[in-house]
């Protein structure tokens, strides 16, 4: 039992070590997801999406170093944690730092016309940006007033001319109305008869 205590426990690695590891890897990692571009963040396909796995599972002995033990876990995560809050926060205080950082959206479509420059900058197909589009209830560029790739990986799209989900909406919101009107107005007819 003391023995599985201390195989948990123990610390191979000095805590300042458990401690840098993460957050030199974490800042690196920043880094290069800025240098690499938004599109690394949108993981837009499956190939985006392996890499991501697979980076994390690249890092995780530069992180934890030969330490399997419960407590250089700890360290380990409370140190990726705390130089997240503090880069969150110093990015919070500094809106300058922050833009500089994230960098600035991309504008992919304007006014129904799609941008060859900005996809060939994002390294965007087509395709990818039907599948986009799709997905925010959109079928062609031409009724897309503007579609844009924030520095977060997200994507923003607005229609030109209202969905038909919209305009149903509006319809039924319009007869409701009306309806609520005939009521009332029957109401008050009702009062005074009676």
Known sequence: M?????????LPLPVM??????????????GFLRL????ELAQLNPFDLVVLLSLSNTVQ???????NSVSGGIIG????????WLLMWLLYRSPKLNQQLEGSKTVLIQAGVVSEEAMKKETLTFEELISVLNKNGFNNPADVEECVLEPNGTFFVKGKTPTSETVHSRELLNAVERLTEEVMAMRAEMQARG
């Open 77 to 84: 995560a409370f140190a990726l944690l705390a130089i997240n």
């Open 36 to 39: 690499f571009g938004k599109r």
């Open 61 to 67: 002995n530069a992180i934890i170093g030969d330490d």
């Open 2 to 10: 003391n023995s599985m205590m201390h195989s948990m426990f123990h």
């Open 17 to 30: 070590e458990k401690i840098l590891r993460p957050v030199i890897v974490y800042l690196f990692l920043i």
